[in-house]
């Protein structure tokens, strides 16, 4: 994220209102041309033909996808009253603050406003998979608002009031259009940029079928290029081939962004990491490319069984029989995915976890921060028209994502050896409530750790002696902001020295 400065905000602002006007400018031009007008003045014919096809992408291409993913429907999962229950139970139980949840699933409104029909529409929405609460589940939803009005000793007042709540599955999407310029230079660029890094880097890119080029805007050269095909018919990806028998390899999973260009530093560090270590080989590293999260125009991120199938194929290709997970963000979403499926097979080993939304998405506040929140700093404002208004990353975290499958419980990390970076100043989620709910839990056995102390020499042999402990470390980043933990080497330098026990570590 950009830092939030006077001078950042300008910037920013100043780039998203040039991005902005590109569409509405080049069909006034057109237009004008069309009716026998010559607009002074006159434009270069490279130009010309720039805003022809401006015009083209947004009104057959941009608008009508734009549309398509607006009118889909959200996906359900079935489950038993009882299931329910159950996971009301647990989801109330792990929230921190009571009347805060409710007051941020309703955008922020004092909870006194909240009346009990919303309230039953909200949970309606939440675990019933309904827009709106029907007659026929009162009973049900009637016990879950009786339910938290004893936790928060207070009562609702019946009937309707003037605020809905958040329906983050239904509600309609605010996409936002990007100019083509912003994919044909932009997109392209870092694409390429970070095809030249990996290959120098040592990785070979296995592509998608031939068959699937056409998916994806803007198209891939690469995939036209690459020898490898991946046994994936969804997922490229990139791959360092594992050799160690000493050591576990690495999967690799990437949040919302442009792609993996952002984690290409790291990566090429921890490689030169890897290789001071004298063992009987190099560790193997899979980077997944998940293009619906990458600012791409491309086919809905696949559901979540579909997507660990797909993940299953390029595994077993590779013979990763046992590996250590590395997640971003969204990214942290699939790692918990891979951790349910997984858990007690003993394939997954240590998680290096950064910036995790995994660990309260059901709180409220990253739901409201992606979608909800009026952008006012600098980097909400990059987070809102890169991100949050993106298709592709708006439909994977709306009508492609069921909260009740992405949650990771503490006690589903329980006796297992994971860290957690977390940054103070993280505008999409609470990481200071985070770092509490975490430690509150005695038999997490968890232990924080400031970044700055992890790149001292004693700080890392004290951090070293608890590798072999089964147990939750946190390491806090002061003064970042979510994904900052990747701008810089001595920020990611940390995680490279974990990331390089944990594939040392037996389990």
Not at 197 to 214: D, E, S, V
């Amino acid at each position: 994220m950009i830092p939030n400065t006077p001078l950042h905000y300008i910037f920013i602002r100043g780039s998203i209102w040039a991005l902005r006007v590109i569409a509405p400018l080049s069909t006034v031009y057109c237009f004008s041309r069309l009716l026998g007008y010559t607009p002074l003045p006159t434009i270069p014919w490279s130009l010309e033909v720039f805003a022809y096809a401006e015009v083209a992408f947004c009104f057959f291409v941009s608008l009508p996808r734009q549309w398509i993913l607006n009118h889909a429907q959200p996906r359900a999962v079935s489950r038993s009253r009882e299931e329910r229950r159950e996971l009301f139970e647990r989801c109330w139980t792990s929230i921190p603050d009571l009347e805060a949840f409710l007051s941020i699933w309703f955008k922020g409104v004092n909870i006194d406003t909240i009346h009990r029909q919303d309230l039953k529409d909200f949970l309606a929405s939440a675990f019933l998979y309904k827009t709106t609460a029907s007659p026929a589940d009162d009973d049900e939803l009637e016990s879950y608002v009786v339910r938290i009005e004893n936790s928060i000793d207070r009562e609702f007042p019946p009937g309707r009031g003037l605020h809905r709540p958040s329906k983050s599955t239904s509600d309609v999407l605010h996409l936002q259009h990007k100019p083509l310029v912003f994919y044909a230079v932009g997109i392209v660029f870092d694409d390429l940029s970070t095809y030249v890094t990996a290959n120098w880097m040592g990785l070979r890119h296995f592509r998608i079928p031939l068959r699937q080029f056409f998916t994806v805007f803007p198209l891939r050269p690469q995939t036209l290029i690459s020898q490898q095909v991946s046994p994936s018919k969804e997922l490229s990806y990139w791959y360092r081939p594992h050799t160690s028998k000493k050591r576990k390899p690495v999967l690799f999973l990437h949040g919302i962004g442009a792609g993996l260009r952002t984690y290409t530093g790291f990566l090429k560090d921890f490689i030169e990491r890897d290789a001071l270590e004298d063992d009987d080989g190099q560790v193997g590293i899979i980077a997944l490319e998940i293009m619906p999260i990458s600012m791409r125009i491309t086919k809905a991120i696949p559901p979540r069984t579909e997507m660990l199938s797909e993940i299953f194929k390029i595994l077993d290709y590779h013979g990763w029989d046992k590996f250590v997970i590395v997640g971003h963000s969204f990214g942290t979403i699939i790692a918990t995915h891979l951790l349910q499926k997984l858990g007690d097979t003993g394939r997954v080993g240590p998680l290096l976890l950064v910036d995790p939304v995994t660990l309260s998405i059901h709180w409220g506040d990253i739901p409201y921060n992606f979608l909800y929140r009026h952008p006012r700093k600098a980097s909400e404002w990059q987070l809102h028209y890169f991100i949050s208004t993106d298709m592709g990353a708006a439909h994977s975290i709306t009508r492609n994502f069921d909260w009740t499958q992405n949650v990771l419980w503490r006690e589903d990390m329980r006796g297992r050896v994971i860290t957690v970076a977390l940054a103070d100043a993280d505008i999409v989620m609470d990481t200071f409530a985070i770092r509490k709910y975490l430690v509150d839990d005695d038999n997490l056995n968890a232990q924080v750790y400031n970044a700055k102390d992890l790149t001292q020499e004693d700080g890392f042999r004290r951090y070293h002696q608890r590798l072999e402990q089964r147990g939750l470390d946190i390491i806090w980043y002061e003064g970042l902001n979510h994904a900052d933990i990747w701008d810089r080497a001595r920020t990611w330098a940390p995680l490279v020295e974990i990331l390089n026990g944990y594939c040392g570590m037996s389990w």
